[in-house]
């Protein structure tokens, strides 16, 4: 073949092996940058995948996808929103029903209660977490565990307050919702109980609250199986005044229901206390307390005074602080007295650098209950303050 000179000419400059090591190195320089622009644009489509995945989760009916293995995947479980639990103080269901009218006041007391759900839970959504605790969130940092500690009762004793002051505390990571798992959710399992719990670093306690446990006959042995070290925390408050702030609570969602007096006797003239209304029969502690001290001994329970609660927060907070090993960093610095409520108020709420007083379900006023009535019921419930004074060695002046 003949030589041409222009050929020469072309591929003179790139003879040396110099330039020859120069033209490889551009070539490899172009194929990494390709490679990089090509991983990238991969890379950025993966939030929409996450996203894509996890509205299709919230549109399914479990809290992760099966594989064809049967085991929850990982990523739907991580990333499932812990479905809104009622987050009311309700009653376990009674045996026996008086009345057509006391039935319909029994069976339909979740659906009185919705409208403070909604409040709690619209609260809770507007306390954003803190920063290190989102931080410590989006790292995956920490973990899922079973609650170490449980507020066990009582309804209308003050059990959202006493929840909403610990979670000020840092060590303190709590459900804002109440699980109900011992009650009415058992069947679900542990492993559905523990993924609705918060992530907890090393050294914070898991809590929850569910009033209607300390009523119901199966919740003690339940929770022993969990884990016999379970702390329990009990808000009690005066048993009258309690069974008076439930019927107002019902009322105010079932303004025809039946008067207070009708539905505290089986019969007015005899004087004789209908125990079969949960409302009177929530306020007999005794005999809920001897059925959990099967299961647990007493310095394995605490009993925090709704009254104190109200009158002296930082005092009671101080009880609960040491009785779960923790140190005292929630004081009086931390509240200020609401006269328009009625109850103290936290300066700064968990995650919020705003005051932060409990919803307006929170405090209703009582009606005006015959003076006789309120009588009867004090007689009523003395012996049984007297048993429950003796049983945990204090006395709540209630009488």
Known sequence: MEYSPVCHSLYAPWSSPVKKKLLLLSIMFFIWVYMLYSCVGYCSTMPSLVVDGYRGKETGSGLGKRTESGRTDLVSRLLAKPQPWEDIESDYEEPSIRTAASRDLLNNELD?????????????????????????????SGSKKLPQAIIIGVKKGGTRALLEFLRVHPDIRAVGAEPHFFDRNYDNGLEWYRDLMPKTLEGQITMEKTPSYFVTREAPARISAMSRDTKLIVVVRDPVTRAISDYTQTLSKKPDIP?????????????????????????????????????????????VSGERLISDPAGELGRVQDFLGLKRIITDKHFYFNQTKGFPCLKKAEGSSKPHCLGKTKGRTHPNIDPEVVQRLRDFYRPFNMKFYQMTGHNFGWD
Request: no cysteine; aromatic share 14%.
């Open 112 to 140: 009185t209660d919705w409208e403070e759900m909604r409040d709690d839970l619209r609260g809770e959504q507007q306390r954003a977490p803190e920063p290190s605790a989102m931080s410590s969130f989006s790292n995956g």
């Open 259 to 303: 008067s207070f007096e009708s539905l505290t006797f089986k019969n007015r003239t005899t004087g004789l206390i209908d125990t079969s209304w949960s409302a009177v029969q929530i306020g007999i502690y005794a005999k809920h307390l001897d059925n959990w001290l099967q299961y647990f001994p007493m310095d394995q329970i605490l009993f």
